[in-house]
Structure formats: structure tokens, C-alpha cells
């Protein structure tokens, strides 16, 4: 076993460094001007150009247990968009331009095929975001990810001018809400679709084919996280609050941008909920108010303005609707439904 004692007990350094030569290859075609060197030194080295008085602003997500969803469907290339997307849209909420961005895959064996997959993914939406993937860690874990189990994780970082901050601070009684719609559950609320169609013992419901879906289950499931940033971007100058529909749906995420005593009313007949959103609600019993806590329900992204912008908005974004408005209600619930 000479030479072959670390292999033996679940580590192979030869998959490794090839997985790291296909991931390398993907990420070269996100590079901007703003890389400093090449992949593989210890450190990744970025210069940020282009602000007066930046501040930087970062996040980190993973993607779930959509990460199932993508194995038992032989779809690692959408998981790696969604890693990408979903941690843009976080920091796109203060109006942060993403700069760049790095993974983490931990695995209990390294899959190099499986491993570019997910690369080209992740260089797919950073290239369409204009943000670098510079660099990251794949571990090979075994003992802790059993079988075929892998996570997914990723860090960006983004900048914008100080005096162009967006945090909602400035969202006032009377502002108009609009929704962008989703692409889909987005990365949330994929351990509720697992109980309800009770895939972790059967994968069969995947299959299925659903008239009102237009596809199989897990068609619609695996649809990647939409990125907002090149969309909403040339809007930023009518926009007062952004907030981001992921886990928590709406009851969670907008009262994050609210100042106190102001409450988000939605009129949820403003616009149709996406048929797999109802598909779920049916098929597990869930109640309205949860399915509002649980998913984005066709909403990816709320936006706050100022009444009387927001048919500029929607000239900026077509896709845009008018789903609320922002009231004074004290201490009563900052999320209404109606």
C-alpha cells in the first residue's frame, strides 16, 4: 500500500488536482481587469477600480438541499448558477456592483467531472454578472459527506460609492411596491418539497410530467436562481429598498428593509402565483400564510420607490408589477397579505 495509504483511506490527491485544473479552466473566462495573478496561489488577489469612495460589501450562501434535487436529476450546472446568483442578489439589495467571488465544495469523493460541472455553472453566472471567480476550496471529505452527498457554498464580494447606498432607510408611508418576478423556488424550501412528494425514498415523482408545469417536477425544481443585478441595475437611481425573496419569503425578508413602524401591504391578486407554487400547497397541505413564510411565491425580488416612480421603474424593467404599498401600522405585523 506504499504510496497509496492516503487513497486508501478515502482521499485521492491525483482526482483533486484535476478537478482543479477543470475548475481553473472555467474561471479564467470570468476574469476582469480587477484580477490580480492566476488561480491556484494561496491567496486570490483582486484590485478594486472604478469607485471614488468605496465600501465593500460581502456574503456567503449555500445552496441547499436543491443540491438533491440536482444530483438526482444529473443537473450540477444549474446548483452552480444558483450559487452564484443567489449570493449576488444579497448584496445587490444596497446597490453593490459584485466584484468577485469564490466556492467551496466539500464531498465525500472528488468527482472531477462532477466538480466541473458545478465550475461551469458558477463561470456561467459570474461571466453574465460581469464578477470574476477567482478562486476556492474542493475538499474530500470522507466520513463526513457519505455516498454521493456534496455541499455548496459560495463567497462574493461587491462594491458601491458610499453616498449611493441603498438600505431602506429612506422608504417612506406611501412608497409603491413592486415585484420582479422569480424563476421558480429559486435555492428555498426544498426540504418541504422532499417531504411532500416524499422523494428521499422514491425519486419516481421527479418524472412526472405536469400539463400546468409545462414539464416534469423536476424540471421546474432544478430551474436556476434568477440574478437581479443586470436587470434592476440602470433602475438603482428610482430605487428607496430592495429585498430579496430567499428563505423566510416575504414574512422574513422584507421587514429587513422597513423602518420601524412602517408595514409592507401585498395584494396577492396582483399577480398570478406560478403553478408549482399551488402544486405544493396541494399536494402537502401547506397553509397560505406558511407558503408566504416558506417560498418566494413567484416574487424573487421587492422593490420600494417613491409614488409616482414606478411607472419609471417599469419602463426600466417591463417585468416589473405593482404588488403593495407601504402603510404606517405601529407595532402590528410589517408583512400584511391581502
Known sequence: MRGEAYKAAGVDRDAAARAKKLIARHARTTFTSGVV????????????KGFQDPVLVSHTDGVGTKL????????????????????????????????FFLDYIGTGK???????????GMAQACREAGCALIGGETAELPGLYQGDD????????????????????????????LGIPSSGLHTNGYSLVRRVFH????????????????CTLGEALIAPHRCYYPLLEPALPYIKGMAHIT???????????????LSARFHTGAWEVPPIFRLIQQAGDVGEREMFRVFNMGIGMVVACEPGKETTGQAQVPE???????????DQDSVILV
Open 320 to 330: 416589473a408589477r405593482v404588488i403593495g404599498e407601504i402603510i404606517a401600522t405601529g
Open 150 to 177: 456534496f455541499d455548496l457554498v459560495g463567497f462574493v464580494v461587491g462594491a458601491v460609492e458610499r453616498n449611493k447606498i441603498i438600505d431602506g432607510s429612506a422608504i417612506q408611508e406611501g412608497d409603491v411596491l
Open 110 to 120: 472528488v468527482v472531477p467531472e462532477r466538480v466541473e460541472r458545478l465550475a461551469a
Open 37 to 48: 495573478g492566476d488561480i491556484g496561489f494561496f491567496g486570490s488577489l483582486f484590485q478594486v
Open 68 to 99: 438533491k434535487i440536482a444530483h438526482w436529476m444529473d443537473s450540477y450546472e444549474t446548483v452552480g448558477m444558483d450559487v452564484v446568483n443567489h449570493c449576488i442578489n444579497d448584496i445587490f439589495t444596497c446597490a453593490a456592483r459584485p466584484l
Open 199 to 214: 422523494l428521499d425514498t422514491d425519486q419516481r415523482p421527479l418524472r412526472k410530467h405536469y400539463a400546468d408545469l409545462g
Open 247 to 261: 428563505g423566510g419569503g416575504f414574512l422574513e425578508n422584507v421587514p429587513r428593509i422597513l423602518p420601524k413602524g
